[in-house]
């Protein structure tokens, strides 16, 4: 049976600036399963489902089982998702119920939706099935060329509707560190990273 790389059922999420990767040895279900719902922010992670992941359905998954927590409201807001399993079937994002929230700025590489449910608002997020121009796809370096698709492509995401900042302040830098994230360019860059930092 396997597990997920993250799962919480708490009323309140902050998942930020991770790198969260299946890799080739990996096979788990989701990548972040919040079963419950609850006030959550996913923001900055790199996130990777690979070819053993043993559930093709998505990567985050939202109250799949119900919506118990009072607060249903869901920010994913740039991260770079990559989805390596090779099946269509995937969304990025699946959300169950009616939770409100944004999802913004995002980079989602490869087969499948990007959202699938939810009333969200959805802006400037990079939908491809190809390589949106990372530094090394293979060895999950997410970092953006100076070609990619994704500089410059964002937009400011301010603030959330409970006075959250939703604009990413950090970006992680391999193993297990972080470096401060400012706008290089003359908009936020699309994805969990800044070109030029």
Same mark, same amino acid.
């Given at each position: 049976?396997?597990?997920?790389?993250?799962?919480?059922?708490?009323?309140? +999420?902050?998942?930020?600036?991770?790198?969260?990767?299946?890799?080739?040895?990996?096979?788990?279900?989701?990548?972040?399963?919040?079963?419950?719902?609850?006030?959550?922010?996913?923001?900055?992670?790199?996130?990777?489902?690979?070819?053993?992941?043993?559930?093709?359905?998505?990567?985050?998954?939202?109250?799949?089982?119900?919506?118990?927590?009072?607060?249903?409201?869901?920010?994913?807001?740039?991260?770079?998702?990559?989805?390596?399993?090779?099946?269509?079937?995937?969304?990025?994002?699946?959300?169950?119920?009616?939770?409100?929230?944004?999802?913004?700025? +995002?980079?989602?590489?490869?087969?499948?939706?990007?959202?699938?449910?939810?009333?969200?608002?959805?802006?400037? +997020?990079?939908?491809?099935?190809?390589?949106?121009?990372? /530094?090394?796809?293979?060895?999950?370096?997410?970092?953006?060329?100076?070609?990619?698709?994704?500089?410059?492509?964002?937009?400011?995401?301010?603030?959330?509707?409970?006075?959250?900042?939703?604009?990413?302040?950090?970006?992680?830098?391999?193993?297990?560190?972080?470096? /401060?994230?400012?706008?290089?360019?003359?908009?936020?860059?699309?994805?969990?990273?800044?070109?030029?930092?």
């Amino acid at each position: 049976m396997a597990g997920h790389l993250i799962k919480s059922r708490a009323q309140k +999420n902050y998942i930020e600036y991770n790198r969260l990767t299946d890799e080739t040895a990996g096979s788990p279900s989701y990548e972040i399963d919040l079963p419950n719902g609850g006030e959550s922010y996913i923001i900055g992670n790199l996130i990777e489902k690979s070819t053993k992941s043993l559930n093709h359905s998505a990567m985050i998954t939202y109250a799949e089982e119900g919506t118990s927590n009072p607060s249903q409201a869901l920010y994913v807001v740039n991260n770079s998702a990559v989805n390596d399993s090779g099946y269509s079937t995937v969304a990025f994002v699946r959300a169950s119920g009616s939770p409100t929230g944004s999802i913004i700025n +995002n980079i989602f590489a490869g087969p499948g939706i990007a959202v699938s449910g939810g009333s969200f608002t959805q802006s400037n +997020n990079l939908v491809t099935y190809s390589d949106p121009g990372f /530094v090394n796809k293979v060895d999950y370096d997410y970092r953006l060329k100076s070609t990619s698709m994704a500089i410059d492509a964002g937009t400011d995401p301010d603030v959330s509707s409970t006075g959250v900042i939703l604009t990413p302040a950090y970006q992680y830098v391999h193993p297990l560190s972080s470096q /401060v994230r400012s706008i290089a360019g003359t908009e936020v860059d699309q994805g969990a990273y800044e070109y030029g930092i």
